[in-house]
Structures are given as C-alpha cells and as structure tokens.
C-alpha cells in the first residue's frame, strides 16, 4: 500500500507588476515540481485572490500586495503534501504626465506670483492613483541654476518679457512619477517704488574745490524688478564769501514709472573767519615836526 505523499517543491517567490492601464496584474501562476513513485497525482493551487485546479495557471485582476500561494499536491491513494510561497503584486508603471502646452501666469500688485504645481497639470493619469505634482524652473536669466522640484513655483517681474520653461512632475501613489515641460509667459505691472539712500550730509570748508560733486558719494538704491534710472540735479546757494549749501537731488525710477528721491546736504563753512585780528596794522608812529 502506498502511504508515501507525493514530493512537492514549489517555486521560488514570484513577483509581478500591474497593468499599463488598471491598477491589477494578470498573473500566470508557475507549476511546483511534483513527483511521485507510486501512483499519478493532482495539484491545485490555491491563493487569496482565486483557486486554480491545476499546477500553476492563470489568475486574473490580482491587486497590488502581497499574497500567500500554497500548492496541494494529492496522489491516487490519497497522500498529501503542500508547500507555499508568495506573489506579489507591484505598480512599476510610471504616470502618464500631461501639461499645458502654454501658460500664462499673471504678477500681483508686488511685482511677484507663486504658482502651485498641479496648475501646470492637464489631465495626467496614472492606472492605480496619482498622489501628488512638483515643480521646478529650468535655468534662464533670471534665476541661472534653476529651481529645485517643489510643491510652487515663483516668478517676478524680472521674468516679464522672457519665455520661462518650467518642469511638472507628477508622482503616482506608490512613487513612480514622470515629467513633462511647461513653456510660461509672465505678465503684469510693477506696483512697488524703488528705494533710495543718499550717501551723508557733508560739512567743508570754504576753500574746498566743488567742482566735481561725486567726491561726495553716490547713493545706494533698490527695485523689485532691478531695472531703474539713477536722476540728479544739484541747486547752489552760496554767498558771496564763498559759504553756503549744496543740495544734491536724486531721483531712482523704475520700469512702471514710480520713483523714490532723496537729498545730501553739503554744508560749506568759514571755521576761520576773517577778524581785525588778521589786519597787521603799520606800527604807531610819533612826531613832533608840524612841516
């Protein structure tokens, strides 16, 4: 009588992505290696997600994890033998990223605009589930390395007039991700004047040359858009012994026409007037001759 179970050796551990187009895998299960001295034997395999009368086979719409698949090995006498492995099921296949051909990305009143990733976004897709958009600003003039890939972008109005190519990268929840380009056109006005500082007030003296008034300084001046025009204009009002004042006017004016002034005063002084003290008198002089 045959009371010796069949010898059943099943397959390593089998590993299977889903779908392009659904978050599940069609899975053609491995037969386990079954042998038997006595008699002939059946085999069916039996997981979580379905039973296959057979050694092995097909089953269909597994979702993504991770399942126990055990084979039950019976010969014509009725021994028995069973052994396990796993399958698992993995999302490999990256997103489908899809971005608008062109965008147009409008400055508030700063001169400024923070745009979140998923604007950028037209209509991605992935076969299980997207999860999340990042963004970043590939080099131009006005930021030369780049951005790193965030959840915003920022512009400004340096980037008025240019042509700013952004990148999307649009993430699938078990973090298979993809990248498509954005070309952006920056629009709007500059509502922020710029600053000025003028350099100090000065004190002189009455017989320092003033004919070239930059020895005195310039001054130091800011916009938020970079791009303004330094004015000046200076008014004298000296009196006649050469003391008096110089007022430097400057004037700073950006691109959208607002403007920021200010004045260094410099003061000409006489710290050694002149007194009867200066004068050398002829000396005293006496006589007594009336011709």
Known sequence: MDTTPPELVCPAPIVKSTLTTTCTANVQLPPATVTDDCSGFSVQTQTDVGVVNDNGG?????????????????????????????LT????????AVCDDFTVVSLTGDGTAQVSAETFDDGSLDNCQLDHFEVRRLPDNCIPSGTPFDEVVNFS??????????????????????DCMVSVEVQGQDNIAPTITCPPDKEIECGTDVSDLSQFGYPTYSDNCLAVELTSDSVYNINSCNVGAIYRFFTVTDEGGHTAQCT???????????TLADIQWPADYTTTDCD
């Not at 993504?64 to 796993?86: H, I, K, L, S, W």
């Not at 099921?89 to 489908?96: K, S, T, W």
């Open 58 to 86: 097909w089953i269909y719409n597994v979702p993504v994890g991770t399942y126990v698949v055990t084979y039950n090995a019976t010969d014509e006498c009725g021994n028995f033998a069973t052994c396990t492995t796993t």
């Open 89 to 96: 099921v993995v999302d490999d296949v990256e997103p489908v």
């Open 157 to 178: 109005c340096c980037d008025i007039g240019e042509m700013v190519v952004v990148v999307l990268r649009v993430y699938d929840s078990y973090g298979n991700y993809n």
């Open 264 to 274: 260094q005063t410099i003061t000409i002084v006489n710290s050694d007037p002149f």
